[in-house]
C-alpha cells in the first residue's frame, strides 16, 4: 500500500505516509510542555511518610489515572499530526502555540473536576460544591475542552488547506477531513456541555457531565463511518488496477 514505507521507515498507519520522522524543536518545547502537565496533575510531590498519608495518596490516584489518559490522547494527537503533515510554518507554529497555552489552563480544571468526582480530594473548602460552583466548574472545564478541540480543528483545517502541497492521496485526504470532522464534533460536544451547565435547573447541572459520554457511540459510529470509506477506496484502487 502507497505511504507504507518512506526511506526506509515504516509507520504505524498502513493509509498515511507520515512526513516527518525527526523530533523538531517545535515538538521538543511542546513535548516539555506536556510534561510539565504531567506534573500539575501528579497526586503528590512527596513519598507518603505514613499509612494515612498513603492511602490519602491512593485515593487520588483514580483520578490522575482519568487525567492522564485524557492528556496522553491530545499528546498523541498533537504527534499524530505532526508526523502526518511535517508542517513547520509560522501559521502551524502560532497554533502550536495556543494549543499549549490552553492544555496549561485546561489542566487545572481537568484535574479539579475528577478529583472532586473521583473522592481524591474535596470539592471545595466546605466539602460538596453548591449548585452554582458545579455550574461554574462544568462550564470551565467545557471551555477548556472546546478551546484544545478548536485548536486541532484549525491545525486539521490549515493540513486541508495545503492538500495540494503536502500531495496528499485520496486515502490521507479522506482521513484528513474525517480527523477535521471528528474535532468539529469534539467542539460541538464541549460547547452543548457548556450550554448544559450554564442553562439547567441546578438539580439538573450533573448532565452536563455526564454529556461526555456522547463521546463513546460519536467515535463508534464515525470510526466505522471511516472504515468503510476507506474499504470503498481500497475497492476503487483495486479496480483500477485490473483495469
Known sequence: MKGDRLGGFVGPEPHFRWRAHEVTRLEGFSDAVFAFSVTL??????????????????????????SFAILAYFWYSHVLYFRRYGVQTGYAAALNCALLFCLLFYIYPLKFLFSSLLGGELASADGAL?????RALFAIYGLGYVAVSLVFTLLYAYAWRLRGVLELDEFERALT????????????IGATSVL?????????????????????????WSGRRQGRQLQRLEQAQSARRRQ
Open 41 to 66: 496533575l501528579v497526586v503528590s510531590l512527596e513519598v507518603p511518610r505514613s499509612f494515612d498519608e498513603l492511602v490519602a495518596v491512593m485515593r487520588g490516584f483514580p483520578a490522575f489515572g482519568v
Open 177 to 188: 477531513r474525517g480527523s477535521l470532522g471528528d474535532y468539529v464534533a469534539l467542539m460541538a
Open 130 to 134: 453548591v449548585p452554582h460552583q458545579a
Open 196 to 220: 448544559l451547565a450554564l442553562l439547567l435547573p441546578p438539580r439538573h447541572v450533573g448532565l452536563a457531565g455526564y454529556f461526555y459520554f456522547v463521546l463513546g457511540p460519536y467515535f463508534t
